[in-house]
């Protein structure tokens, strides 16, 4: 009874409270609204409001750069892996070990230099034939001069012969003792010079490898979230600290986990857009830095100790050396031979030199192009190359897609869709933010069509598992693709080094992408699908190593994969 009396009290005061509840409301909206339109440097209050880590550089200057990654709630996120993913997950990870130095962080002095270090050509009593193995001798000296005693220097290694155009890699074998051998295929006959790289320093790659266990969100994204004329913006990643309510984006096929903080009035469904945040800065200690130096111990060459270069006599008749026991024996994916690329497996490649022979060649296909720029590539270049091929002005963003080209005379269809998170491209509406696999599954597939992966670049900054898991998804999209149309040619594209600086090499340097070459390979080993090394096309080119191949390793590319939707009929 008294109850009821107090309730019909307090209605007569309904209207009154809902209007002051109103107000409050729509002056808290207003002054959200004009906070984010100034500039992000001058607000930190809307920031404070946000209370969140990674936004911008200039507030975290002040402070260590704090890991907000923590494997307590990000291991857990997402589908747990079957036994045998993680059996599998197991295998890739220890294939990828790299060495762990034997104790503490040293000085500069005491790292790897390589103009202190050399390498030797092992000579053989019967010189060198084609089809035979040469073997190199590197002993790596720290800045004194001092020969090393632990190994896990990344070191990149090519033979080449410029009047003929011809350039393979050598296999890195690491003796753990400060000296590695590199073992070189030798497809071709005449002069052959070997070029031995330092990458980074092991102390470096011991810098790269913290990184990535410890801040794995030092590249950072951020979603608009709009309604009506109000918006916001948040911090999203694979993986946030909750210490604020979230949005679980977690696609919910693959299990992969994406998240933004939840905004403050708007909810989780009004996420407009994905977009780069940004890159957190002072990652590492002033000892740190002087292991990431230009011209001195990033991407710098090892000089020889003796002659750099060798003669390769033709195929000798007498049956080669018998391998030693134990001895590896090292076969690369393919090599330049005459500025071409051949693969050393798989159908004989043919050379698509004019647009007529690429336009008969695509002629009646479905061209799908999926993943980060470096599939991009992929469509920039036959769009442009192929005459008939217009492209439809679909009002995409700029360099962000998605892409149309259609030839209707010869009905080619080409079509470009970049990769879901972490996609770090400018802004990607969230209605054109897919997953591969997921694309995947809603084709037919087919004889006429033809798919194109290329999925590295924005995994870089993260752990492996991450990589494992996305690859996973877009193998099992794939196997059912093939599954249900085994017709379809589909050509799945590794990683590539690139040119790195100081800065560049803490996001993206080629040791995190050596990785990721290493476990795409073994993933999709075997399987029906035209593996594109641009690893090794890269690194055997003399061109200087990019992002973005230059067009003549991209024009290889495409040999490639045109041999296999067009193989030489006989
Ligand atoms: C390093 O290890 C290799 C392979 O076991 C060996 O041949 C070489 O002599 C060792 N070098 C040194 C300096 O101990
Ligand atoms: C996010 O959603 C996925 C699937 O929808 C669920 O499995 C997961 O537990 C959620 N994560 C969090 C942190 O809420
Ligand atoms: C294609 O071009 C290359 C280099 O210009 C040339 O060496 C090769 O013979 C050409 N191949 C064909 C099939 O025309």
Redesign the pocket.
């Known amino acids: 009874m008294v109850g009821e009396t107090m309730c019909r009290d307090l209605s007569k005061f309904t209207p009154i409270f809902l209007l002051l509840v109103l107000s409050g409301l729509l002056f808290l909206l207003r002054n959200i609204q004009s906070l984010e339109k100034l500039n992000s440097k001058t607000v930190s209050a809307f920031y404070h409001l946000q209370n969140t880590s990674p936004m911008d550089s200039t507030m975290r200057a002040a402070h260590p750069v704090r890991s907000d990654w923590d494997q307590s709630y990000c291991g857990s996120l997402g589908l747990r892996p079957s036994p045998e993913e993680a059996a599998e997950e197991r295998y890739l990870l220890e294939s990828i070990a790299w060495p762990q130095p034997p104790g503490p962080p040293i000085p500069l002095l005491k790292s790897s230099d390589p103009a202190h270090s050399f390498f030797t050509i092992r000579r053989t009593g019967r010189g060198w034939h084609v089809g035979d193995q040469l073997e190199v001798w590197v002993q790596m000296r720290d800045f004194e001069g001092q020969p090393k005693h632990h190994g896990g220097d990344f070191l990149l290694a090519r033979l080449h012969s410029p009047e003929l155009g011809g350039g393979v890699v050598g296999h890195v074998v690491d003796h753990q003792n400060g000296s590695y051998s590199v073992l070189f295929w030798l497809p071709w006959k005449g002069q052959a010079y070997v070029t031995i790289t330092m990458v980074h320093s092991s102390e470096a790659v011991q810098v790269l490898k913290r990184l990535r266990e410890e801040h794995p969100d030092r590249i950072y994204f951020k979603s608009l979230f709009r309604s009506g004329p109000f918006s916001e913006t948040t911090i999203c990643n694979l993986c946030l600290p909750p210490h604020q309510p979230l949005c679980n984006y977690t696609n919910p096929h693959t299990g992969e986990p994406w998240f933004c903080y939840k905004p403050k009035l708007l909810s989780c469904d009004m996420r407009v857009n994905h977009a780069k945040g940004g890159y957190q800065k002072n990652l590492l200690t002033s000892k740190e830095e002087l292991l990431f130096q230009s011209n001195v111990n990033i991407k710098v060459s090892v000089p020889a100790s003796g002659p750099d270069h060798i003669t390769v006599l033709p195929k000798s008749k007498a049956k080669p050396e018998k391998a030693k026991s134990g001895a590896v024996k090292f076969v690369p994916s393919g090599f330049y031979y005459?500025?071409?690329w051949q693969t050393t497996s798989g159908v004989p490649l043919?050379?698509f030199?004019?647009t007529r022979?690429v336009t008969r060649c695509l002629g009646g296909k479905f061209v799908h192009i999926f993943g980060d720029s470096t599939a991009r590539q992929w469509f920039e270049y036959l769009s442009s190359y192929v005459p008939g091929l217009k492209e439809f002005n679909v009002n995409s963003p700029k360099k962000v897609g998605p892409f149309l080209s259609v030839d209707s005379v010869h009905n080619i269809m080409l079509k470009y869709r970049c990769h879901g998170p972490p996609i770090r491209f400018s802004t990607v509406a969230t209605s054109q933010l897919r997953y591969v696999a997921d694309e995947l599954e809603a084709l037919a597939g087919g004889r006429d069509t033809v798919i194109m992966v290329s999925v590295w670049s924005h995994f870089s900054t993260f752990p492996v598992e991450v990589y494992i898991r996305r690859l996973r998804a877009i193998r099992g999209a794939i196997l059912r693709l093939l599954q249900r149309a085994p017709d379809t040619v589909v050509v799945v594209r590794t990683g590539n080094p690139q040119a790195l600086d100081p800065v560049i090499s803490l996001y993206n340097s080629d040791w995190f992408s050596m990785q990721l070459h290493g476990v795409l390979r073994a993933m999709f080993w075997g399987l029906n699908v035209v593996l594109v090394d641009a690893w090794e096309m890269t690194v055997a080119h003399h061109l200087p190593h990019d992002l973005h191949p230059p067009p003549a390793i991209i024009k290889n590319m495409i040999d490639v994969i045109l041999s296999h939707v067009c193989p030489e009929k006989n």
């Open positions: 005459n500025h071409m043919r050379q030199n004019t022979a």
